[in-house]
């Protein structure tokens, strides 16, 4: 029987910030669904309990420790992953961080930073998979952006305009490609229970929050993953160029 079109199997999947919250259930659901994983994280820790989660699954796991501001750093990664693990199918770029600042708290260090995990990682770790993607003719490249890239907000406004650029990025990429049968998509989740909202709200600020979502609710990180291993699979073949937004109803856009 062929395999049901939300199959990984076969697949090697490099998901950056996998050591934790949203990255970690990235790689257990893709485990779970027939893919090997590398996974990236800057937290050694954090990315050897991914990889044992995945070992349980009885996928390989490749652990990679490093941080994705560093080109050079990327290229390693992706190279020694390669040598592991064979080739990679699926890239996921993940990692990151909030911060909560204001332009005028936002210094030029602050601002690089922003840019440099999110934008600049992402985008030389598309860069390094892609001449096996294109040499195999299929990829899937996922890039975690963020409501906040597409609405804003009243803080954060180099996280926001940083996820922003993400969305530019996967649209430009997805056409150019398109030839090679590489598709590109952005997930931008809405809240989350992972990362900056546990961070940086009390109780009772999450709670407001969470009251202010038409769902009423902020997400278990595995339902954000539920949307990446859509589009990371066969299932999600006509797909590229698109940003899917679990966000309980808190963003809804017209045409
Ligand atoms: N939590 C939310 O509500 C939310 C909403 C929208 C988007 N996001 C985005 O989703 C992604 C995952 O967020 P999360 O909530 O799971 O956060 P998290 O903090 O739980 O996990 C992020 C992981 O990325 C790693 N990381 C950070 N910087 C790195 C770097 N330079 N190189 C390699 N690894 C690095 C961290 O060590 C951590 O393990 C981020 O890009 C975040 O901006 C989060």
């Known amino acids: 029987m062929d395999n049901p079109p939300n199959s990984l199997a076969g697949k090697v999947a490099l998901i950056t910030g996998a050591g934790d919250g949203m990255g970690r259930q990235h790689a257990i659901l893709m485990a779970e669904r027939g893919a090997d994983v590398v996974i990236n994280d800057v937290n050694a820790a954090g990315a050897e309990e991914t990889a044992s989660l995945v070992r349980a699954l009885n996928r390989r796991a490749h652990v990679e420790v490093c941080d994705v501001a560093d080109v050079a750093a990327i290229r390693r990664m992706v190279g020694n992953a390669i040598s592991t693990l064979g080739r990679i199918d699926i890239l996921v770029n993940n990692a990151g961080f909030g911060r909560r600042q204001q332009t005028w708290d936002i210094g030029e260090g602050d601002f690089d930073l922003m840019f440099d995990v999110h934008v600049k990682g992402s985008f030389f770790c598309a860069q390094a998979v892609l001449p096996g993607m294109k040499e195999r003719r299929w990829g899937k490249i996922i890039n975690?952006?963020?409501i906040w890239g597409m609405t804003a907000a009243a803080v954060s406004p180099h996280y926001c305009a940083a996820k922003a650029a993400l969305l530019g990025a996967t649209k430009a990429w997805a056409r150019e490609?398109?030839?090679?049968?590489?598709?590109?998509?952005?997930?931008?989740?809405?809240?989350?229970?992972s990362g900056g909202p546990l961070k940086f709200y009390t109780k009772e600020q999450l709670a407001a929050r969470e009251a202010a979502v038409p769902l009423k609710r902020y997400c278990d990180p595995r339902e954000i993953s539920y949307a990446v291993a859509f589009l990371a699979s066969p299932a999600a073949d006509f797909i590229t160029g698109q940003v899917l937004s679990p966000n309980g109803g808190e963003v809804i856009v017209g045409i």
């Open 144 to 146: 975690i952006s963020s």
């Open 177 to 193: 490609f398109a030839p090679w049968n590489i598709h590109v998509n952005a997930v931008a989740p809405g809240g989350v229970l």
